[in-house]
């Protein structure tokens, strides 16, 4: 596992690609502090961070895919998804290495994000409590996210085609708690009842809040799990159809 974890770490620190990805980001996140600020009064230099996780979410969507396109859509198109699979690694070890690399990368952008909370802390005062919170929501949504788009990967080739079809299903999972609210849907509580229970936006919402639930918790874990094992189905299936 450690070998494919630290191939592909090296494939994203070793080139551009995780700088450009942490810069995107701390560019999203500038943008979500400075709009903050505006809105305070000019003597006042103290808020939480919470709103700003929260708001930086709908464009972080646009990230992930981008990290995760790659994971095995391009060991497909350069054919080295047969030698990967010929190795002494198994595919747990596969999959969760691959997994890890990308987690990485996502603790390094959120570390680069430190700056900010530190800087206001200096300058005014934070609340650490809703601190920690929106930092625990925001990895686990994040995490959910990349085991997410790692699966829609290694269902083509293209990359790029990856990175949409990624897109697609996180925004659905974004949005799904919105569209079970709707008056057609209300009209059918179970089936509302049975789209909101997949509602990830609702559960991060409450670690804006400075709370933190263990069915928050359990429901981001076992999201993470189904795709992870939804992986390791799809990457056995055609290891046996390669024979």
Same mark, same amino acid.
């Given at each position: #596992?450690?070998?494919?974890?630290?191939?592909?770490? $090296?494939?994203?620190?070793?080139?551009?690609?995780?700088?450009?990805?942490?810069?995107?980001?701390?560019?999203?996140?500038?943008?979500?502090?400075?709009?903050?600020?505006?809105?305070?009064?000019?003597?006042?230099?103290?808020?939480?961070?919470?709103?700003?996780?929260?708001?930086?979410?709908? =464009?972080?969507? =646009?990230?992930?895919?981008?990290?995760?396109?790659?994971?095995?859509?391009?060991?497909?198109?350069?054919?080295?998804? +047969?030698?990967?699979?010929?190795? !002494?690694?198994?595919?747990?070890?596969?999959?969760?290495?691959?997994?890890?690399?990308?987690?990485?990368?996502? %603790?390094?952008?959120? /570390?680069?994000?430190?700056?900010?909370?530190?800087?206001?802390?200096?300058?005014?005062?934070? +609340? +650490?409590?809703?601190?920690?919170?929106?930092?625990?929501?925001?990895? *686990?949504?994040?995490?959910?996210? %990349?085991? %997410?788009?790692?699966?829609?990967?290694?269902?083509? &080739?293209?990359?790029?085609?990856?990175?949409?079809?990624?897109?697609?299903?996180?925004?659905?999972?974004?949005?799904?708690?919105? =569209?079970? #609210?709707?008056?057609?849907?209300? $009209?059918? !509580?179970?089936?509302?009842?049975?789209?909101?229970?997949? /509602? /990830? $936006?609702?559960?991060?919402?409450?670690?804006?809040?400075?709370?933190?639930?263990?069915?928050?918790?359990?429901?981001?874990?076992?999201?993470? %799990?189904?795709? *992870? +094992?939804?992986?390791?189905?799809?990457? &056995?299936?055609?290891?046996?159809?390669?024979?």
């Amino acid at each position: #596992m450690f070998s494919v974890y630290k191939k592909d770490l $090296q494939s994203f620190f070793y080139t551009p690609f995780a700088y450009v990805v942490t810069a995107l980001f701390l560019f999203m996140f500038t943008y979500m502090f400075n709009s903050g600020l505006g809105t305070l009064d000019q003597a006042t230099f103290s808020f939480t961070f919470p709103d700003i996780f929260y708001n930086v979410i709908i =464009f972080f969507i =646009f990230l992930i895919p981008i990290l995760t396109m790659r994971t095995f859509a391009d060991e497909r198109k350069f054919g080295t998804e +047969v030698l990967l699979m010929t190795s !002494p690694v198994n595919d747990v070890q596969i999959i969760v290495g691959k997994y890890l690399a990308n987690i990485t990368v996502f %603790i390094f952008m959120l /570390a680069s994000a430190m700056f900010f909370p530190i800087f206001t802390a200096i300058k005014g005062e934070v +609340v +650490v409590s809703q601190l920690i919170c929106a930092y625990l929501g925001f990895f *686990l949504w994040g995490a959910m996210y %990349i085991a %997410i788009g790692q699966l829609v990967s290694c269902f083509t &080739e293209n990359s790029i085609i990856a990175a949409i079809l990624g897109e697609i299903v996180m925004f659905v999972f974004l949005f799904i708690d919105n =569209f079970a #609210m709707t008056d057609f849907i209300a $009209q059918y !509580p179970t089936l509302q009842a049975f789209l909101y229970a997949f /509602a /990830a $936006q609702p559960r991060f919402a409450y670690f804006s809040q400075g709370f933190i639930r263990l069915s928050d918790i359990v429901f981001f874990l076992s999201a993470i %799990i189904v795709c *992870l +094992v939804w992986n390791y189905i799809a990457i &056995e299936k055609r290891r046996w159809n390669r024979g």
